[in-house]
């Protein structure tokens, strides 16, 4: 007598509806916290990017005598006084993709003084989480 052995060379159904639940599980638990970190993560990255853009400002500042009209002036500019460029190359845009919002001011304490600002995602003043501003 012959004996025959079988060979198992795959998976069920049944193990492979398991694997799937257990994935969707953890992809559901996981998920969103991932994301949550990315937001975080652009907040962090707008404000690291406008730190390096007010210390290039604070050096034209200190070579010219007052900050320039717009930030474009840091790398590039017909006045004489001028040393730079003070940003190694094109003014990056916040992490949404969009401008930043710079604009000079006076303040009666120490005088002149800038403002720089992200809108966030929604491309509007305000808002809240994602969608609020970022201020330097």
């Given at each position: 007598m012959?004996?025959?052995?079988?060979?198992?060379?795959g998976?069920?159904?049944v193990?492979?509806?398991?694997?799937?639940?257990?994935?969707?599980?953890?992809?559901?638990?996981?998920?969103?916290?991932?994301?949550?970190?990315?937001?975080?993560?652009?907040?962090?990255?707008?404000?690291?990017?406008?730190?390096?853009?007010?210390?290039?400002?604070?050096?034209?500042?200190?070579?010219?005598?007052?900050?320039?009209?717009?930030?474009?002036?840091?790398?590039?500019?017909?006045?004489?006084?001028?040393?730079?460029?003070?940003?190694?190359?094109?003014?990056?845009?916040?992490?949404?993709?969009?401008?930043?919002?710079?604009?000079?001011?006076k303040?009666?304490?120490?005088?002149?003084?800038?403002?720089?600002?992200?809108?966030?995602?929604?491309?509007?003043?305000?808002?809240?989480?994602?969608?609020?501003?970022?201020?330097?």
């Amino acid at each position: 007598m012959r004996s025959y052995k079988r060979i198992n060379k795959g998976f069920t159904l049944v193990e492979l509806l398991i694997v799937m639940v257990i994935l969707g599980l953890l992809s559901a638990i996981v998920a969103p916290r991932m994301f949550s970190k990315v937001s975080s993560a652009k907040v962090g990255t707008a404000k690291a990017q406008m730190q390096v853009i007010a210390t290039a400002l604070d050096s034209y500042r200190l070579d010219i005598g007052y900050y320039p009209d717009n930030l474009d002036q840091l790398v590039k500019s017909e006045d004489p006084a001028w040393d730079g460029p003070y940003f190694p190359k094109a003014i990056p845009l916040d992490p949404w993709k969009n401008d930043y919002e710079y604009n000079r001011t006076k303040n009666e304490q120490t005088g002149e003084d800038f403002s720089l600002k992200s809108l966030g995602r929604d491309k509007k003043p305000g808002g809240e989480g994602e969608d609020s501003d970022v201020e330097f």
